[in-house]
């Protein structure tokens, strides 16, 4: 269960996510930092994926799947490179079935000023704003809320996530492309 929420303003991309995780019944707030639901890496790229742990994880374990974007993130990088890998890899280590093509996992990919969602049926979109994870749909609409600061869309967003759906809790993390640091904001 997650929440991860984007959006791009002036030039940058801002991030932000829940840090729940679970173990069995027990709930945890462990998933924090580099450790996090969003990611940074060595190339700059940013990733926030939410879906099956292992398929997650095993992406993440395989930097050069990344390598696309090592000038610049594209939606043609993500289709021709990115993807046709990835499945590949899923599929080689069983977290994907020879014949299935959906995605254990949806992502969100940041870089610079720009962002793109990979959706669970492999459909690749440029966007400004959105939201995945079991609690996106809650967390979308306060995205577009222009009267609000970056830092309280996201923040906003992710606290309707969490009130409707018992697997996003805060602490939640903040992080942009632009100062590269992780913000924890306790409620």
Same mark, same amino acid.
């Given at each position: 269960?997650?929440?991860?929420?984007? $959006?791009?303003?002036?030039?940058?991309?801002?991030?932000?996510?829940?840090?729940?995780?679970?173990?069995?019944?027990?709930?945890?707030?462990?998933?924090?930092?580099?450790?996090?639901?969003?990611?940074?890496? /060595?190339?700059?790229?940013?990733?926030?994926?939410?879906?099956?742990?292992?398929?997650? +994880?095993?992406?993440? /374990?395989?930097?050069?799947?990344? /390598?696309?974007?090592?000038?610049?993130?594209? %939606?043609?990088?993500?289709?021709?490179?990115?993807?046709? +890998?990835?499945?590949?890899?899923?599929?080689?280590?069983?977290?994907?079935?020879?014949?299935? *093509? *959906?995605?254990?996992? +949806?992502?969100?990919?940041?870089?610079?000023?720009?962002?793109?969602?990979?959706?669970? /049926?492999?459909?690749?979109?440029?966007?400004?704003?959105?939201?995945?994870?079991?609690?996106?749909?809650?967390?979308?609409?306060?995205?577009?809320?222009?009267?609000?600061?970056?830092?309280?869309? $996201?923040?906003?967003?992710?606290?309707?996530?969490?009130?409707?759906?018992?697997?996003?809790?805060?602490?939640?993390? $903040?992080?942009?492309? %632009?100062?590269?640091?992780? %913000?924890?904001?306790?409620?």
């Amino acid at each position: 269960m997650t929440v991860i929420v984007a $959006l791009e303003k002036d030039g940058v991309v801002y991030m932000g996510s829940d840090t729940c995780t679970s173990r069995g019944k027990k709930k945890e707030n462990e998933a924090k930092g580099e450790f996090g639901k969003v990611g940074i890496l /060595s190339n700059g790229l940013f990733v926030g994926m939410s879906g099956l742990v292992c398929a997650h +994880q095993l992406l993440l /374990s395989h930097p050069t799947l990344f /390598s696309f974007a090592d000038e610049k993130l594209t %939606k043609e990088g993500i289709i021709r490179s990115f993807l046709p +890998q990835a499945i590949d890899l899923l599929k080689e280590n069983k977290e994907m079935e020879k014949d299935d *093509n *959906n995605l254990p996992v +949806q992502m969100l990919l940041a870089k610079d000023s720009d962002l793109f969602v990979i959706t669970s /049926s492999l459909k690749v979109f440029r966007v400004r704003d959105f939201a995945i994870g079991s609690g996106g749909s809650y967390a979308f609409a306060a995205l577009r809320d222009e009267n609000e600061t970056v830092e309280n869309r $996201l923040l906003n967003g992710m606290r309707l996530a969490e009130k409707f759906e018992t697997g996003v809790s805060a602490p939640f993390i $903040l992080v942009d492309t %632009k100062e590269k640091t992780f %913000k924890e904001v306790r409620e």
